[in-house]
T-cell receptor, first 109, second 115 residues
Framework: ELKVEQNPLFLSMQEGKNYTIYCNYSTTSDRLYWYRQDPGKSLESLFVLLSNGAVKQEGRLMASLDTKARLSTLHITAAVHDLSATYFCAGAEAQKLVFGQGTRLTINP | GAVVSQHPSRVICKSGTSVKIECRSLDFQATTMFWYRQFPKQSLMLMATSNEGSKATYEQGVEKDKFLINHASLTLSTLTVTSAHPEDSSFYIC???????????FGPGTRLTVL
């Protein structure tokens, strides 16, 4: 059974700083997803990582996947307040998604 | 891009009543739809997997007689919360998968409050 763990669960940082959210998963996962959720809203898809060594970047966010280590990272560069949200990673077990606990990111001016 | 809608977006009901939530794929045919529940400050938990024309598959611990799922067409799945109680109050999110794709497209969610 696939289990997905994120850390940290809470992250408060200042604008302009860099930080990384980690996502570990327990068994083989065909693919790894990252989502953003704003308060009261549904999920917004950020990245889909399909293979070992995959790296994707969009703006100040960059995601990577190491299938051998069963680890994905979401790196935030020069954070801005607009990136404050909860970020979820999810692994795939057949068609099902298994979500991590979420990382609540607060970026202070 | 693929768009999934949910209706209603918000519903308040009295304890003991039943509530139906619709999930529609607007611009694609969804071979599979998923229903999730999210309690405040928690992650998403999969409730059930819904395939068009067949019975839904429920996750362990989810009462199939309480959460009725119907997937009558390739663009519509419904979740009915029967005899709702305050502990059923939650954010219900559906997602849909188009055949052959690796991605689930999420609906905007339905916030259910049971008084």
């Amino acid at each position: 059974e696939l289990k997905v763990e994120q850390n940290p669960l809470f992250l408060s940082m200042q604008e302009g700083k860099n930080y990384t959210i980690y996502c570990n998963y327990s068994t083989t996962s065909d693919r790894l997803y990252w989502y953003r959720q704003d308060p009261g809203k549904s999920l917004e898809s950020l990245f889909v990582l399909l293979s070992n060594g995959a790296v994707k970047q969009e703006g100040r966010l960059m995601a990577s996947l190491d299938t051998k280590a069963r680890l994905s990272t979401l790196h935030i560069t020069a954070a801005v307040h607009d990136l404050s949200a909860t970020y979820f990673c999810a692994g795939a077990e057949a068609q099902k998604l298994v979500f991590g606990q979420g990382t609540r990111l607060t970026i202070n001016p | 891009g693929a768009v999934v809608s949910q209706h209603p977006s918000r519903v308040i009901c009295k304890s003991g009543t039943s509530v139906k939530i619709e999930c529609r794929s607007l611009d694609f045919q969804a071979t599979t739809m998923f229903w999730y529940r999210q309690f405040p400050k928690q992650s998403l938990m999969l409730m059930a997997t819904s395939n068009e024309g067949s019975k839904a598959t429920y996750e362990q611990g989810v009462e199939k007689d309480k959460f009725l799922i119907n997937h009558a067409s390739l663009t519509l799945s419904t979740l009915t919360v029967t005899s709702a109680h305050p502990e059923d109050s939650s954010f219900y999110i559906c997602s849909a998968v188009a055949g052959g794709l690796n991605e689930q497209f999420f609906g905007p969610g339905t916030r259910l409050t049971v008084l």
